[in-house]
């Protein structure tokens, strides 16, 4: 009677049966892949206008505000996760980044600008970042500016943070369920963050 049984699930989830499932002989676990939990954002300033088009941004590295021994790195590899995202949405028709120096401050920014012609200056700092790697949870908080460089003036401002975190495993009777995070939590956090943000900003712009 129980070979029976094991035969007769054996059968219903083989067809089933992908990335999601594993079928031995004791039981059958399911992996659901966790998802990437958004707050709202929340936008301090928005722009009045912005011009019909002819936006050339100059990004630089994020400044972290955890005192830790890679913040530097770390602000850098946050950067170029947002600008991939932001390239990819094209949120500009120009987006220039240069990760070989940390966040030189506002000023300094500012001026670098000028002098590659841009007219857009994107800044951000990491205010949370916890990373929790394949087993617990990954956390990141981020504020972002973007100043209009002819007169230096803040156009727009948002904050938004984002989690992912792994669960504990859920037995029902032969299925064990588990939550499978990915191969790098961080990326995956601080991508949906980007997306999510450059969205946001997107929406200002003339259509």
């Known amino acids: 009677m129980k070979l029976w049984i094991l035969c007769a699930f054996s059968l219903l989830?083989?067809?089933?049966?992908?990335?999601?499932?594993?079928?031995?002989?004791?039981?059958?676990?399911?992996?659901?892949?966790?998802q990437v939990n958004l707050s709202e954002l929340t936008e301090a300033v928005t722009p009045l206008s912005m011009p019909d088009g002819g936006l050339k941004a100059l990004m630089v590295p994020f400044a972290l505000r955890q005192d830790v021994?890679?913040?530097k790195d770390v602000g850098r590899e946050m950067a170029d996760i947002f600008r991939l995202a932001w390239l990819e949405r094209r949120v500009f028709g120009t987006l220039e980044?240069?990760?070989?120096?940390?966040?030189?401050?506002l000023d300094e920014a500012m001026a670098e600008a000028r002098a590659k012609g841009a007219n857009i200056l994107v800044s951000g700092n990491v205010s949370q970042f916890f990373e929790g790697g394949r087993k617990g949870q990954t956390s990141i908080g981020l504020t972002v500016e973007i100043h209009w460089v002819p007169d230096?003036?803040?156009?727009?401002?948002?904050?938004?943070?984002?989690t992912m975190e792994a669960?504990?495993?859920?037995?029902?009777?032969?299925?064990?369920?588990?939550r499978r995070l990915p191969e790098n939590p961080t990326y995956a956090v601080m991508r949906t963050l980007?997306?999510?943000?450059?969205e946001g900003f997107a929406r200002h712009l003339q259509p």
């Open 69 to 71: 021994a890679v913040r």
């Open 13 to 34: 989830f083989v067809g089933c049966a992908s990335d999601r499932f594993d079928v031995n002989l004791y039981d059958v676990r399911y992996h659901d892949d966790a």
């Open 97 to 105: 980044y240069d990760s070989s120096r940390p966040w030189p401050g």
């Open 194 to 198: 980007s997306a999510s943000m450059a």
């Open 167 to 178: 669960g504990l495993d859920k037995d029902f009777v032969v299925v064990r369920s588990t």
């Open 152 to 162: 230096g003036s803040l156009i727009w401002s948002a904050a938004q943070a984002a």
